[in-house]
């Protein structure tokens, strides 16, 4: 496809787009990691998914002539979950291990959807692109093995994270043959705070006390707002970059997120990958851009339409 001179300030705003996206990401990470020193990763979990519904409440005003189809549905609330599983499972690798080293076994993602893709999407790859797949999990064997032996199974956390959310990008595609996906997303994240707040509401009646962190110091509130601020606004400024520039340019940008979760982990925390770590990343990487590029080649690029992951 040739750019057009139309279309070249829209393929700068969605790259510009993203490229913000990406940096803001890991700003979320580090304010979790941080309020994880005050309550344990579910609660972290379940007020920042709150906090995150609340703000897309506007965001659903604002939006809702992009809305179509109904919000709440089965295939929402099955997303819900899975995103509950998504931001558990990295929040809890947080607390233990470096932003950037948790992220880069995360960014298999890409590699497990197009494992998935075949059988539930009918989107079967070539040869080459399995090929590549196999590449980038030794590269995630290759970061996983040096931290296991620091942190304990945390660190097979984040690529059950990459699983459950190649498995929510599956759903995502699915139902939105049928909605917009504005509407899908907004629906899968008060599925999602609807689910944590049944737990909470579990767990007071079993004696439990839900909400410890009401109990914390006062910037853990302003930080889970912030949390949840941020995450909406990643949200707005994916679904500019998706309105405006093909996914296939854009999927190379969404690893910009590595470079910014080392450089948040290193002022915020004074963490900054290993050697192995870094061989790792760049076997992933590596190879998830072989993955979108023959994708590309092909024509049979999968539709990775905007979605707030975390």
Same mark, same amino acid.
């Given at each position: !496809? ?5 279309e ?9 787009a993203?490229c913000?996206a !990406? ?15 005050v309550?344990p ?7 920042r ?9 506007p965001i659903?005003l &604002?939006?809702?002539? +992009?809305?179509r ?10 997303s819900?979950?899975?995103?509950v ?13 470096p932003?950037?080293?948790?992220i880069?076994i995360?960014?298999i993602e890409?590699l ?15 040869? +080459?692109?399995y090929?590549?797949?196999g590449?980038? /999990?030794?590269?995630a ?7 296991f ?5 945390v660190?097979?956390?984040p690529a #059950?994270?990459? /699983?459950?959310?190649a498995?929510n990008?599956?759903?995502? +595609? ?6 917009s996906?504005?509407?899908?997303? #907004?629906?899968?994240?008060f ?5 944590? /707040? ?6 007071? /009646?079993?004696g439990g ?5 009401l109990?914390?110091?006062?910037w853990?509130?302003?930080?889970v707002?912030a ?12 679904t500019?970059?998706?309105s ?6 854009l999927a190379?940008f969404?690893?910009l997120e590595i ?8 002022? &915020?925390?004074?963490?900054f ?14 190879s998830?851009?072989?993955?979108f590029?023959r994708e590309r ?6 539709e990775?339409?905007?979605?707030? +992951?975390r």
């Amino acid at each position: !496809m040739t750019d057009t001179p139309s279309e070249k300030p829209a393929d700068s705003r969605g790259m510009a787009a993203m490229c913000v996206a !990406m940096a803001l990401l890991p700003v979320g990470d580090a304010i979790s990691k941080l309020l994880t020193d005050v309550v344990p990763p579910f609660e972290v979990t379940q007020w920042r998914t709150l906090a995150q519904a609340l703000f897309f409440v506007p965001i659903g005003l &604002v939006m809702r002539r +992009r809305l179509r189809g109904s919000i709440l549905s089965l295939p929402a609330l099955f997303s819900g979950a899975l995103i509950v599983v998504v931001l558990f499972c990295l929040i809890s690798a947080f607390q233990h291990m470096p932003i950037a080293t948790a992220i880069a076994i995360f960014f298999i993602e890409p590699l497990l959807l197009t494992l998935l893709a075949g059988p539930f999407l009918g989107e079967v790859a070539g040869p +080459r692109r399995y090929a590549a797949v196999g590449v980038g /999990l030794i590269g995630a064997l290759v970061v996983i093995r040096p931290n296991f032996a620091v942190f304990g199974p945390v660190v097979l956390l984040p690529a #059950l994270g990459a /699983l459950a959310y190649a498995a929510n990008m599956i759903v995502l +595609r699915i139902a939105t043959r049928t909605r917009s996906a504005v509407t899908f997303q #907004l629906g899968a994240t008060f599925s999602a705070a609807g689910l944590l /707040l049944a737990a909470a509401a579990v767990t007071a /009646l079993r004696g439990g006390n839900p909400a410890t962190l009401l109990d914390g110091p006062a910037w853990a509130m302003w930080a889970v707002l912030a949390a949840g601020a941020l995450a909406a606004l990643t949200f707005l400024l994916l679904t500019v970059a998706f309105s405006q520039t093909e996914a296939s340019v854009l999927a190379p940008f969404q690893y910009l997120e590595i470079v910014g979760a080392t450089i948040v982990g290193y002022v &915020v925390f004074g963490d900054f990958p290993d050697a192995m770590t870094w061989l790792g990343t760049a076997i992933i990487l590596g190879s998830g851009i072989y993955v979108f590029h023959r994708e590309r080649r092909t024509g049979h690029e999968p539709e990775r339409r905007p979605s707030a +992951r975390r």
